[in-house]
């Protein structure tokens, strides 16, 4: 190698110039001249020793460089492409998957509901005469479905046993229902504690117990509030409530008061005047003179027998009519106010107002004090207060408070 400077031949893996000690290589990419050995920049074009040209030497180096990491770079480059190509046409094989299997599904639905319309006129018509004859029969809580072999499937709900069975004997007579299933379920309404209450009091008015107050709690227990005249009534009572199947229990509350029955007045029938009557008596015979030898061959001629009437009696006197007995009065005793009250308060808890209670001053004036949800219950609250036998009067201290 020859040093830049000097000139002198020096080796090649000197680091300095042993004549003039300057560094062989002082530029960052420092070429040789092949031809005299010369370190050259790495910038320049022409040897500064013997003028030899790099440009012909540096285009083909750089193009056989470019080629060999374009070859390089163009592998790597086609093997991630590969890759790319590859997870490409592994996601475009799954959406065509994806869509094939809908394209199926599509199809088996689209082919199951043309099966349906095309088979569905034979049945349609037996749904609809059967459910337009249930809902003729006022079974509207009841429905119909006939499948291919013309059986005929009823759901829905029915008040009681009797209102199923007649379900099924209104679709069998459809014609061309081969048969019938029948899943409907029994449904029991349970009334409504306003409702037989009311029904319960009505007809008690109208089997003349206008005074019996009956209340029903939501449990449907039926409490029996009132006077009775006799245990006859009483019973009576008693059993027009029972007669009400929905009524689960029976509180009897009633009272017995015999003097509430009045004694029903005796009215005597006048005897009719007797009329003098004739008696037709035998006249005893009359005594003859002593017959003697000669006139007993003579028949003796019988005795005549002579009518005989006898004086009429004087006709009695007319029987006036006995006057009705007047009912006695009877003093009732009042009762006490501790007693009153008492009463008053055990009746409201029997009816159901435990919120309601009763305060009775020395006049058996009832003063009414609590909360009630309803003007109903207050007005029961009232009406059973009034059934309390000493009751006067009543004043209203109740609030309804809506919850």
Not at 22 to 36: I, S
Not at 79 to 97: D, W
Not at 180 to 209: C, D, R, T
Not at 366 to 390: E, I, P
Request: aromatic share 4%.
């Amino acid at each position: 190698m020859i040093c830049y400077r000097c000139k002198n031949n020096i080796p090649n893996d000197a680091v300095k110039c042993p004549v003039c000690g300057v560094k062989t290589m002082p530029f960052v990419g420092a070429k040789a001249c092949p031809r005299c050995g010369t370190v050259n920049p790495v910038s320049a074009r022409f040897c500064i020793s013997d003028g030899y040209s790099f440009v012909e030497e540096e285009g083909q180096t750089v193009h056989d460089e470019y080629e060999d990491d374009r070859d390089e770079g163009y592998d790597e480059e086609n093997e991630e492409e590969t890759a790319t190509a590859a997870s490409k046409r592994k996601k475009h094989g799954i959406l065509r998957l994806f869509m094939w299997l809908l394209i199926a599904i599509v199809c088996l639905i689209v082919s199951a509901v043309a099966g349906y319309h095309i088979f569905k006129p034979k049945t349609y018509q037996i749904e609809s005469q059967a459910m337009d004859a249930l809902v003729g029969a006022g079974l509207k809580n009841i429905s119909v479905k006939v499948d291919l072999s013309k059986t005929a499937k009823l759901a829905g709900t029915a008040k009681n046993a009797d209102e199923k069975a007649f379900a099924e004997v209104i679709v069998q007579k459809i014609p061309k229902v081969a048969r019938v299933e029948n899943n409907i379920i029994v449904m029991q309404v349970v009334p409504k504690p306003e409702e037989l209450e009311k029904a319960i009091n009505k007809s008690l008015n109208s089997q003349g117990f206008p005074g019996i107050v009956v209340s029903v709690n939501t449990a449907l227990a039926a409490s029996v509030i009132g006077t009775v005249p006799s245990e006859y009534d009483r019973n009576k009572v008693l059993s027009i409530v029972k007669a009400n199947k929905d009524v689960k229990d029976i509180k009897d509350n009633l009272n017995v008061d015999a003097t509430l029955a009045q004694p029903a007045a005796t009215v005597q029938p006048l005897s009719p005047p007797t009329s003098p009557t004739s008696i037709t008596r035998p006249v005893p015979p009359i005594p003859q003179p002593a017959e003697t030898d000669e006139q007993t061959d003579a028949p003796t001629p019988p005795a005549p027998v002579q009518s005989v009437s006898t004086p009429k009696p004087a006709p009695e006197p007319l029987r006036q009519p006995q006057p009705m007995p007047q009912p006695t009065a009877v003093t009732v005793p009042q009762p006490a106010p501790g007693t009153l009250e008492s009463s008053i308060n055990k009746a409201l808890k029997n009816a159901g107002l435990t919120k309601v209670t009763a305060e009775v001053n020395e006049n058996l004036d009832v003063t009414l004090k609590g909360t009630v949800s309803s003007a109903r219950d207050k007005n029961k609250a009232f009406d059973t207060t009034k059934q309390v036998k000493g009751t006067k009067k009543i004043k209203d201290k109740i609030f309804v408070v809506e919850q």
